[in-house]
């Protein structure tokens, strides 16, 4: 009876997902306040978006939610696709014009 | 103990180690490949939940496309020199604090909610009704993500060209 209920504990269930999930997004969270770099700062944004990701499918795997979860989260694989693509080119102009990617460097709005 | 509960376990460390290296790392190359660790990591979990179709997009798309698009980033955007691809990190006391309180409460939350777990049967392969679904009740997000990400390639291109253009004016 112990051993099954210590093997009802530990086999990885919804909560189990959502803490890693929570963990990942905190880790991003951390990224884009704390670094500089503008190019830290996307990939802490792709954390996030992966946090988000894991918590879509884990509720499509254990909720009613079904594949419905697992088409959302496609979307957004879509959307940070070309969000990464479209933010890089930014980057790109903005290092062209200033020399620095460092955000608290690029303060005009006016180049 | 089963061989999914230790691959849940194994996965979710990979994962949150390299998220947490890369996030604390000095050396944004560096961060950048502890990047691919945890999106590698993050993909084996959606296979552990069923999502074999969304693991091999997550690699595909992420491992090999927005990965190597930061790679780019990181090289076009430094001097050339090792000690330019450190990064500066500020404001460390209260983004550790907001972040750790984020942490906290989301934890605290998700394992206090009661979800109404509905236990489905486990599908064989997800690829046939995902496509249905895409062809079916998603066919306008479908059409408009395609139209997005034809505006996002124009968007980017004319980014960069205008530079090269400017590059060759100024010389």
């Known amino acids: ?111 | 103990m089963e061989l999914t509960t230790i691959l849940f376990y194994l996965f979710s460390l990979i994962t949150l180690g390299a998220a947490a290296f890369m996030v604390f790392s000095k050396n944004i190359v560096h961060s950048a490949f502890a990047l691919m660790f945890a999106l590698i990591g993050v993909a084996a979990l959606y296979v552990l939940l069923y999502a074999d179709f969304l693991a091999a997009t997550q690699l595909l798309v992420y491992v090999g496309g927005i990965l190597i698009l930061i790679l780019f980033g990181v090289m076009l955007t430094s001097l050339g020199y090792t000690f330019n691809f450190k990064t500066v990190t500020v404001n460390l006391a209260p983004a550790s604090l907001l972040s750790a309180t984020a942490a906290v409460l989301l934890i605290f939350a998700f394992v206090t909610t009661d979800w109404k777990i509905s236990e489905i049967a486990e599908p064989t392969d997800t690829v046939y009704d995902l496509g249905m679904l895409l062809m079916g009740d998603y066919i306008l997000p479908f059409i408009v993500a395609g139209v997005l990400l034809l505006i996002a390639i124009i968007g980017a291109i004319l980014m960069s060209t205008h530079l090269s253009a400017e590059n060759r004016e100024g010389v």
């Open chain 1, 1 to 111: 009876m112990e051993l099954l209920l210590a093997q009802s504990v530990i086999e990885p269930g919804l909560t189990h997902f959502l803490v890693v999930s929570a963990i990942l997004f905190s880790l991003g969270v951390m990224a884009v306040l704390s670094r500089r770099n503008t190019i830290m700062v996307l990939m802490g944004v792709e954390l996030i978006l992966n946090s988000a990701n894991i918590n879509f499918i884990a509720f499509s795997r254990f909720t009613e939610l079904s594949l419905d979860g697992q088409m959302i989260a496609l979307f957004v694989i879509i959307i940070a696709a070309a969000e990464a693509a479209v933010a890089l080119a930014i980057v790109l102009n903005v290092y062209n014009r200033f020399k620095t990617i460092n955000l608290d460097d690029i303060s005009l709005l006016k180049g």
